[in-house]
């Protein structure tokens, strides 16, 4: 028996707008409720409505720029930075550059809309 699982066909998750999001461990993908980890590439322009996860959510900027509103301060994430923001932080998601922006996501505990209070 291994004692590993190699991931080749991550979930594709459906969005509506434009983001890609493919999960390769968690909820979605093999059940896993205790960690989500993504590939995300977000188009120019794109952006989500405030939220309020119940999840940590760390982000790894593998190409272009993304920006957080957190609280009501602006971060803005360039190539080889990364971010932790923390469970019941008021947040807003975007990219309102140029390019795409392609990065990494991890939630502790799994990512599950359920736990995403959105505004």
Request: glycine fraction near 6%.
């Given at each position: 028996?291994?004692?590993?699982?190699k991931q080749t066909q991550p979930f594709v998750v459906p969005t509506t707008d434009g983001k890609t999001i493919k999960e390769h461990f968690g909820?979605?993908?093999?059940?896993?409720?205790?960690?989500?980890?993504?590939?995300?590439?977000?188009?120019?322009?794109?952006?989500?409505?405030?939220?309020?996860?119940?999840?940590?959510?760390?982000?790894?900027?593998?190409?272009?720029?993304?920006?957080?509103?957190?609280?009501?301060?602006?971060?803005?994430?360039?190539?080889?930075?990364?971010?932790?923001?923390?469970?019941?932080?008021?947040?807003?998601?975007?990219?309102?550059?140029?390019?795409?922006?392609?990065?990494?996501?991890?939630?502790?505990?799994?990512?599950?809309?359920?736990?995403?209070?959105?505004?």
């Amino acid at each position: 028996m291994k004692k590993y699982i190699k991931q080749t066909q991550p979930f594709v998750v459906p969005t509506t707008d434009g983001k890609t999001i493919k999960e390769h461990f968690g909820l979605a993908s093999d059940g896993n409720q205790d960690i989500s980890i993504a590939h995300m590439i977000a188009p120019p322009g794109w952006s989500e409505p405030f939220q309020t996860p119940e999840f940590d959510e760390y982000t790894f900027i593998i190409k272009g720029k993304k920006q957080f509103n957190i609280d009501g301060e602006i971060v803005v994430l360039k190539v080889g930075e990364s971010i932790k923001i923390n469970r019941g932080t008021r947040i807003q998601y975007a990219n309102p550059f140029n390019e795409s922006c392609e990065y990494i996501s991890i939630c502790q505990p799994a990512f599950n809309i359920k736990t995403v209070n959105r505004e």
